[in-house]
C-alpha cells in the first residue's frame, strides 16, 4: 500500500470518470473529453509535434487494497517546436541555436493549443481519501523533473498555470513569466442592461450599435449545445474554423475530425452560438462552459458581416454569463479591442526552467525585465477600461438609462 507514480502516452488507458474527479478547478480543457479528442484527430500524439507524456499518481489504500486509486496527474508533452503555446520562447530556441546549445526537445506541461489559465498540477479532491496534497504534489514534480531528464529535454515550461502554481514551482526553482489577457467577470449583473449601465455613455452607446447592426443583418443567432449539434454544423465550425486561421496567417493545430470527437466525448462542454441567414449558417462561435466560466475559442464566417464577431465572440458571451450566474469569461489571446467591450485586462502565469546555465541566467535576467514591463503596461491599459468612475454623479441618457455625468456626446 501506498503512493506510486507511473507514466502513460495515451489516456485512452485512464478511467474518463477517475481522471476528470481529480480537481480541475473550472476549467474544461485538461478533462479527459478535450484531450481525448486531441488525440483520437491527431491534433496531439505521432506527427504532430505534441507527444504526450501523462505522469500518474495512484494510490492503494486500506480500504481497498487490491484497486489503485488516482490522486494526481501531470499532462506533460514533450516537443520538438514551439508552435501552439502561446507564451512565445522563439527568442529563447534562436539564442540557444546561435550559442551551439540544442533547445529541442523540450517539456511543456500545458493543455495543448488553448491559452487558457487553469490547474495543470491536477490532485485528488479535499474529500477523496489518499495521501496528503502535499506529498502527491512533491512527487509528481519530481517525476517532472526525471521525465524531463529521461527525454533529454533542454527545459521544462509550465504554461497558463494558476497564480498559486507559479507560486509553488517558484518555490520549487522555476522562473516566473508574467504575460495577460482580456477577461469578462461578472458583477452580479441581472442583465446585459444591466451591464451595459456600469459603461461610460459613449462605449454603452457603441456596443447597442454594433449589437443591433449585427443582429440586423442577419435573421436568427441562437445557442446550440454539443448534444445537439447535427453534421452540418460540425462541418460549418470545421470550416469557419480553418477559414479564420487561413485569414490571419494562423496553423490550424485542430485537425480534421477533431470537433467531430469534441462532440462525441464531451458534448456537455459544448456550446457553438450559430448565426443564420437566408436559411444557411453565415457564421459562428464556439465556446466551451464549466459550472464556473465560459471559454470563447473559435470564430469563424462564411462572409464578412459588420460587427458580427463582436456579437457573437464578445456579447452573446457576455450575456450567456449574466444569465447562468457564471463568474468569468475568457474569450482567448491577444486583443486589446476586447478592453472597449468590458474586457478588463487580467495576468497570466507560467513558469520555466533552463538547464543550460548560460542561458538560464540570459532568460533570468529578461524574465525579470519583462515582469516590471507587463506590471507597468497593466496600469496604462487599466486607464482606458470603458467603466465609469464610481463617483461620477450620474444622468440619463436620452433612452432612459442612467449613465455618468459626460458634458458632450458627439454621438
Not at 514551482?169 to 522562473?175: P, R
Request: charged residues 25%; proline residues 7%; aromatic residues 12%.
Amino acid at each position: 500500500m501506498g503512493l506510486t507514480l507511473r507514466q502513460t502516452s495515451t489516456l485512452a488507458s485512464v478511467d474518463p470518470a477517475a481522471w476528470n474527479r481529480l480537481d480541475h478547478g473550472c476549467s474544461p480543457f485538461l478533462e479527459h473529453g478535450f484531450l481525448c479528442a486531441l488525440e483520437r484527430s491527431g491534433s496531439i500524439g505521432p506527427g504532430s509535434g505534441w507527444a504526450p507524456r501523462y505522469i500518474l499518481a495512484e494510490w492503494v489504500g486500506p480500504t481497498a487494497p487490491d484497486r489503485a486509486a488516482l490522486v494526481g496527474a501531470i499532462p506533460c508533452f514533450v516537443k520538438h517546436h514551439s508552435y501552439g503555446e502561446y507564451i512565445f520562447d522563439f527568442p529563447w530556441a534562436r539564442a540557444a541555436a546561435r550559442g551551439g546549445v540544442p533547445y529541442y526537445p523540450k517539456l511543456v506541461v500545458a493543455a495543448p493549443v488553448t491559452p487558457a489559465t487553469g490547474p495543470r498540477i491536477l490532485v485528488r479532491r479535499a474529500d477523496d481519501p489518499g495521501p496528503g496534497v502535499d506529498e502527491i504534489i512533491a512527487a509528481m514534480l519530481a517525476a517532472v523533473r526525471g521525465l524531463a531528464d529521461a527525454e533529454h529535454c533542454s527545459s521544462i515550461h509550465w504554461l497558463f498555470t494558476t497564480e498559486a502554481e507559479q507560486a509553488l514551482l517558484a518555490a520549487a526553482g522555476f522562473e516566473p513569466r508574467a504575460s495577460f489577457q482580456f477577461h469578462w467577470r461578472n458583477a452580479g449583473y441581472a442583465s446585459f442592461e444591466d451591464f451595459l449601465a456600469t459603461l461610460t455613455s459613449r462605449k454603452r452607446k457603441q456596443l447597442r450599435k454594433e449589437r443591433a447592426r449585427a443582429r440586423a443583418a442577419v435573421d436568427e443567432i441562437a445557442f446550440v449545445g454539443g448534444d445537439a449539434l447535427d453534421d452540418d454544423d460540425l462541418a460549418a465550425i470545421d470550416r469557419f474554423y480553418r477559414n479564420t486561421t487561413d485569414a490571419h496567417g494562423g496553423q490550424d493545430y485542430l485537425r480534421p475530425g477533431f470537433f467531430a470527437e469534441l462532440r462525441r466525448l464531451a458534448p456537455e462542454r459544448v456550446q457553438w452560438v450559430r448565426a443564420r441567414r437566408g436559411g444557411r449558417t453565415v457564421a459562428g462561435a464556439l465556446y466551451l462552459e464549466t459550472d464556473g466560466a465560459l471559454y470563447g475559442r473559435y470564430w469563424g464566417c462564411d462572409e464578412s458581416i459588420e460587427f458580427l464577431h463582436f456579437e457573437l465572440a464578445y456579447y452573446c458571451g457576455i450575456e450567456r454569463c449574466i444569465e447562468r450566474g457564471l463568474p468569468l469569461f475568457e474569450a482567448g489571446a491577444q486583443g486589446e479591442h476586447k478592453l472597449l467591450r468590458g474586457f478588463s485586462p487580467s495576468p497570466t502565469y507560467s513558469s520555466h526552467w533552463i538547464r543550460h546555465g548560460g542561458l538560464r541566467d540570459a532568460v533570468t535576467r529578461f524574465l525579470d525585465e519583462e515582469r516590471g514591463a507587463v506590471a507597468r503596461y497593466l496600469v496604462e491599459l487599466s486607464s482606458f477600461e470603458p467603466y465609469r468612475k464610481p463617483d461620477a454623479a450620474p444622468k440619463l441618457d436620452p433612452d432612459g438609462v442612467a449613465g455618468e455625468a459626460d458634458p458632450v456626446d458627439p454621438d
